[in-house]
């Protein structure tokens, strides 16, 4: 049976490169993700993963501002 990845977008406030640094080394020590996307000028985080939506948001929370990214 394949493994299921789930994908997460967040909306992170970024206000400088040293935030984005700080959320990198979050993200990439996080148990389950395969990889990850920071945008910085569109302040998104995209991980994927064999993570929950729940679980990354509640993570990248606890190191800065972040809440799911709404589709235009």
Do not use: Q
Not at 24 to 53: C, L, Q, W
């Amino acid at each position: 049976m394949a493994e299921s990845l789930g994908v997460v977008v967040l909306k992170v406030s970024l206000h400088c490169k040293g935030c984005a640094g700080k959320v990198r080394r979050h993200i990439a020590r996080m148990e389950g993700v395969r990889s990850y996307n920071i945008e910085f000028d569109a302040k998104r985080v995209t991980v994927v993963g064999d993570v929950t939506p729940l679980g990354v948001l509640s993570s990248v929370s606890k190191i800065k501002k972040a809440e799911f990214w709404a589709p235009a």
